[in-house]
C-alpha cells in the first residue's frame, strides 16, 4: 500500500506561480513513476507531468503545460515536487499526485489539492 499526500495548493492570478508538493509513504521503495494530473470541472482528467525513478528520472509532460510547468523528484524524501510558473487561468483545476508500482503497475493517487488561477 501507498499514501500519497499532496500540498502546496491555492488562489493565483494569471502569471503567477505555485509548488505543489507530494509525499509518499508505504511501500515507497516499489515507486517507480510518481506525478501529477489534474481535472477541471466537466472535464477529463488529464496528464500534467511524470517522473520515473528507475529510469534515471525520465520525465512526461502534458503539451498544455510544457515550457510552463516543472516535475522534480527527491528520492531520498519520497517527495515529487510541480513547480508552475506562467500560470493562466485554465490551469485552474483539482491537481491529483499519482504514483505506480514496479513490477505490478498498481496505480495509486492522493485526495486532490486545488489549484485556482484568476483571470
Known amino acids: 500500500q501507498v499514501q500519497l499526500l499532496e500540498s502546496g495548493g491555492g488562489l493565483v492570478q494569471t502569471g503567477g506561480s505555485l509548488r505543489l508538493s507530494c509525499a509518499a509513504s508505504?511501500?515507497?521503495?516499489?515507486?517507480?513513476?510518481m506525478g501529477w494530473y489534474r481535472q477541471a470541472p466537466g472535464k477529463q482528467r488529464e496528464l500534467v507531468a511524470t517522473i520515473t525513478r528507475f529510469r534515471a528520472g525520465s520525465t512526461n509532460y502534458g503539451d498544455s503545460v510544457k515550457g510552463r510547468f516543472t516535475i522534480s523528484r527527491d528520492n531520498a524524501k519520497n517527495t515529487v515536487y510541480l513547480q508552475m510558473n506562467s500560470l493562466k487561468p485554465e490551469d485552474t483545476a483539482v491537481y491529483y499526485c499519482y504514483g505506480n508500482l514496479a513490477p505490478s503497475g498498481d496505480e495509486y493517487w492522493g485526495q486532490g489539492t486545488q489549484v485556482s488561477v484568476s483571470s
Open positions: 508505504g511501500s515507497i521503495i516499489r515507486i517507480d513513476r
